[in-house]
């Protein structure tokens, strides 16, 4: 072989070498941060791991969330209308936090079956506003039609 080949076929073998490694270490680090979505029917059926870091989301269940008193540990049932998995909490609840509303836990399913959640965010509606927006834009409004009705003409 010729030695120009030679020192060229060296020089890819390492780049392919360096790729593969790169791309098993990246791969290694994403699978210990990855958070899997199981919705309560999945959960009920047995299909999310017991015991490994999940998200399970639905909407809570009106007259299931309990509060123990003197400490900050919530029991509440999330649902998807088709089945409802208990779901334990210690913690500050997000303002937003309601019966009937859309919420996302994330946790570990402990081997009962009770979904142990270590943070839980409530969602919101798709005709949600920031506060300070919804001001800006009541002012607006508001210069708006009078600065209309001095001039004697319509904003449309």
Same mark, same amino acid.
């Given at each position: ?15 392919? /070498?360096?790729?593969?490694?790169? @791309?098993?270490?990246? &791969? #290694?680090?994403?699978?210990? !941060?990855?958070n899997l979505f199981y919705d309560p =029917? ?11 870091? $999940?998200?399970? *989301?639905?909407?809570?269940?009106? *007259? ?5 008193? !003197?400490?900050?540990?919530? $029991?509440?049932?999330v649902t998807d ?5 208990? @779901? ?28 142990? /959640? ?8 798709? !005709? #949600? ?12 409004? /508001? ?6 009705? =001095? &001039? *004697?003409? /319509?904003?449309?």
């Amino acid at each position: 072989m010729h030695p120009l080949r030679k020192k060229r076929l060296t020089i890819v073998l390492f780049l392919v /070498a360096g790729i593969a490694i790169a @791309v098993g270490l990246t &791969t #290694y680090a994403l699978r210990q !941060n990855i958070n899997l979505f199981y919705d309560p =029917t999945q959960i009920a059926a047995g299909e999310a791991p017991v015991d490994v870091r $999940i998200r399970a *989301g639905g909407m809570v269940e009106a *007259g299931s969330v309990v509060r123990e008193p !003197n400490s900050l540990k919530v $029991i509440f049932r999330v649902t998807d209308f088709n089945e409802s998995v208990p @779901v334990e909490y210690e913690g500050i609840l997000p303002d937003l936090f309601a019966e009937g509303q859309g919420v996302v836990a994330m946790g570990r399913l402990n081997d009962s079956g009770r979904f142990v /959640a270590d943070q839980v965010l409530a969602k919101h509606d798709e !005709n #949600y506003m920031p506060p300070e927006v919804a001001d800006s834009l009541k002012k607006d409004v /508001a210069g708006q039609s009078s600065s209309a009705e =001095t &001039t *004697g003409s /319509a904003t449309y």
